[in-house]
Antibody
Framework: QVQLQESGPGLVKPSETLSLTCTVSGGSISSYYWSWIRQPPGKGLEWIGYIYHSGSTNYNPSLKSRVTISRDTSKNQFSLKVRSVTAADTAVYYCAKFIAVAGTGSNWFDPWGQGTLVTVSS | SYDLTQPPSVSVSPGQTASITCSGD??????ACWYQQKPGQSPVLIIY???KRPSGIPERFSGSNSGNTATLTISGTQAMDEADYYCQAWDSSTAVVFGGGTKLTVL
């Protein structure tokens, strides 16, 4: 049973870089896709991006210029960096396993981590 | 960009059938999935590939997808089903897309 756990600072100052790590247990990140999703307080879900086991990445076009997802296979972790944050980046950040059936456009997130709230404020 | 539209709220009486829609251009040509999110909890996958249920998801949850609309149906709705529901699909231009979410109230 794969489990994911987000970790990182809960408070980030405006214009700085938000950094989070997702630790995966019960499965290897050397397989499948691994993703970040966020949810501003009281609002809906927003996909941020994913990293494939090969190391290739794909990002939400609206965030692509500020986001980097990377991985550390030796620690079975993948990470998120969001640069130049503003109050609009305040959200609960989730990591999740992203399952995609090759060549079909069929994909889904399962399971999800418990999420971590990141507040952008001075 | 590709957008998925959900009604902000749906109400249902206990024991009745609830239907939550998700609309997008030619959505029926794509695969849709659904998540349930209860307050303070992470989203949980309840339907994938339009109509498949993951292990452990009750049979009262079902899905369909045709034309421009995917539909999540909850038969015999229970109080425990009160939650936010999100649809999700893939579009070649936008990649992963979520609907705005629907709050299901069981009255």
């Amino acid at each position: 049973q794969v489990q994911l756990q987000e970790s990182g600072p809960g408070l980030v100052k405006p214009s700085e870089t938000l950094s989070l790590t997702c630790t995966v247990s019960g499965g290897s990140i050397s397989s499948y896709y691994w993703s970040w999703i966020r949810q501003p307080p009281g609002k809906g879900l927003e996909w941020i991006g994913y990293i494939y086991h090969s190391g290739s990445t794909n990002y939400n076009p609206s965030l692509k210029s500020r986001v980097t997802i990377s991985r550390d296979t030796s620690k079975n972790q993948f990470s998120l960096k969001v640069r130049s944050v503003t109050a609009a980046d305040t959200a609960v950040y989730y990591c999740a396993k992203f399952i995609a059936v090759a060549g079909t456009g069929s994909n889904w997130f399962d399971p999800w981590g418990q999420g971590t709230l990141v507040t952008v404020s001075s | 960009s590709y957008d998925l539209t959900q009604p902000p709220s749906v109400s249902v009486s206990p024991g009745q059938t609830a239907s939550i829609t998700c609309s997008g251009d030619k959505l029926g040509d794509k695969y849709a999935c659904w998540y349930q999110q209860k307050p303070g909890q992470s989203p949980v996958l309840i339907i994938y590939q339009n109509n498949k249920r993951p292990s452990g998801i009750p049979e009262r949850f079902s899905g369909s997808n045709s034309g421009n609309t995917a539909t999540l149906t909850i038969s015999g709705t229970q109080a425990m089903d009160e939650a936010d529901y999100y649809c999700q699909a893939w579009d070649s231009s936008t990649a992963v897309v979520f609907g705005g979410g629907t709050k299901l109230t069981v009255l």
